[in-house]
């Protein structure tokens, strides 16, 4: 996360209250990743960008986690000046949109739980550290779960291979030799007849040729044999 300075009626007062201090550098909860010297949040390595305002009430939460933080604690230390006005739509707006940056939802939270009319807690584990964590890909996590197209070439992935079962693997080698054993068969018989069929046409055509030999009259070639079909 890169914090953003936008201009804006929600942005706190020069005399907003100091933001509470974190026990370590780094913060981590779920995928993310808080740097507080650089003030900027991480998912999975990838900065997400935030404006200062959300960046700040995150701080608020995160410094007290496993706490309620009430509506006017967070008013006071974003809007000190305006304390103690009306300031519920603000701090709704704040939490809105921290929550949408987490990806988080009211109905079902993962990280900011509502406390009705008490205020926000962060439900989160918190890991504090002085050491930045490694992304997921960077310490080996997520493998499995990444396709080797979506896997960033930095991080020496390599594409995943699939490797068939010993008995699935023989089972095809004897199906497939059993296939070519049966064309070979098939072959062999085509060939086999034809030379069969070749052969008793030359023993025909030499037989008939004998027997024109001893019968010479066209005559007697058509009552001694009617049934031979003989080509002279």
């Known amino acids: 996360m890169s914090v953003e300075q936008h201009p804006s009626n929600l942005a706190p007062t020069a005399g907003a209250l100091a933001m509470p201090s974190l026990p370590a550098r780094y913060a981590r909860f779920g995928n993310f990743q808080i740097d507080c010297e650089r003030e900027e949040l991480f998912q999975n390595g990838e ?34 000046e305006r304390f103690p006005l009306s300031l519920d739509a603000n701090v709704n707006t704040a939490l809105n949109k921290l929550r949408q940056a987490l990806g988080d939802s009211p109905e079902h939270p993962v990280y900011v739980e509502t406390v009705p009319r008490r205020g926000y807690c962060f439900i989160a584990p918190v890991e ?80 008939c040729l004998a027997e024109s030999r001893l019968f010479r009259g066209p005559l007697l070639r058509f009552v001694a044999f009617p049934s031979q079909q003989c080509r002279w």
Do not use: C
């Open 47 to 80: 900065r997400v960008r935030m404006q200062a305002q959300m960046y700040q009430t995150l701080l608020i939460l995160l410094s007290q986690a496993g706490s309620i933080v009430t509506r006017e604690e967070v008013g006071k230390h974003l809007w000190p």
């Open 128 to 207: 504090f550290s002085n050491v930045a964590a490694l992304p997921a890909l960077e310490r080996g996590e997520g493998a499995l779960h990444a396709g080797p197209e979506n896997a960033p070439a930095e991080y020496g992935s390599h594409p995943l291979r699939y490797t068939l079962p010993m008995a699935l693997r023989i089972a095809t080698l004897l199906l497939a030799g059993m296939v070519v054993g049966a064309l070979l068969v098939l072959a062999w018989y085509s060939f086999s007849v034809r030379n069969h069929k070749v052969l008793a046409s030359r023993q025909d055509n030499t037989s």
